[in-house]
């Protein structure tokens, strides 16, 4: 098949590319992950606004069972550290067979530092450390839990007070861009040389004989030269191109809204 052939069949098959299609499918694709996008800040939004509309001692049974061990650890290396001569441990909370022992000024920081507000309903508001080694560890473990999740409740609360951010897409752009493109070039090169050359020389000289007189002699000599040169150079040359360039442009523009949440 020649350059010029191929680069035409080539460029009939634009068709198959399916650029309209891909075209389609791309504002498909961008306006569902808006939409998604969308459905997911309102259900967060509804969320929230579910989760602090339950009272303070319902969320924290719902959500004291949730909160990890690294919240805890992380709760009473803060309130109650470990020496620094202690490089084992990060708090003084340690359980020995169940039980933790504190003195009373331990007692007493981990106890205000447990106290929840009178809305917990928990007894005691949560102060659960006596001075001595007769604490529970999983009483101390629970009333850590529990007011790390009144501590999520009032964040939360504090949230809708301040409103919560949402994604606003003011201005969007969609474009789509094909460029297609088919060349074909077809060259040939034949050259041939030919050189011969023979060369051919004989002489011959003869003497009359021992008693002919010295200055009678004979001689013959030949020579034969042929050369032959043959040249050919053959150029063929068949170059052809074809270019298709189509631009397909699509502009979208989004406008959106910011709604408080403190309403």
Do not use: C, H
């Amino acid at each position: 098949m020649s350059g010029t052939s191929d680069a035409v069949t080539q460029a009939a098959r634009l068709d198959q590319i399916g650029f309209p299609e891909f075209t389609t499918k791309l504002i498909t694709d961008v306006f569902d992950a808006l939409v998604s996008s969308n459905l997911r800040q309102t259900e967060a939004y509804i969320q929230l606004l579910q989760e602090t509309g339950k009272s303070l001692s319902v969320f924290i049974n719902d959500t004291k069972d949730d909160i990890s061990g690294d919240m805890i650890l992380d709760f009473l290396a803060t309130t109650l550290p470990a020496p620094a001569e202690d490089e084992a441990n990060v708090t003084v909370v340690q359980d020995n067979n169940g039980k933790v022992a504190l003195d009373a000024d331990q007692a007493a920081t981990l106890n205000a530092a447990l106290t929840l507000p009178d809305a917990a309903g928990v007894p005691n508001n949560n102060a659960v450390a006596v001075e001595g080694a007769n604490n529970s560890y999983e009483a101390i473990l629970d009333a850590a839990a529990t007011r790390i999740a009144s501590n999520k409740y009032d964040l939360l609360k504090e949230m809708v007070k301040q409103g919560i951010l949402r994604l606003v897409i003011e201005n969007g752009e969609i474009e789509t861009r094909l460029t297609f493109s088919t060349y074909g070039s077809s060259f040939s090169k034949e050259t041939q040389t030919k050189y011969n050359r023979k060369n051919f020389t004989a002489k011959a000289r003869a003497k009359t004989g021992l008693f002919t007189s010295l200055w009678v002699n004979a001689a013959a000599s030949t020579k034969y030269t042929s050369v032959a040169i043959s040249t050919a150079n053959k150029v063929d040359q068949d170059r052809s191109g074809s270019r298709v360039n189509i631009f397909g442009g699509v502009k979208v523009n989004f406008k959106t809204d910011y709604l408080p949440l403190n309403q």
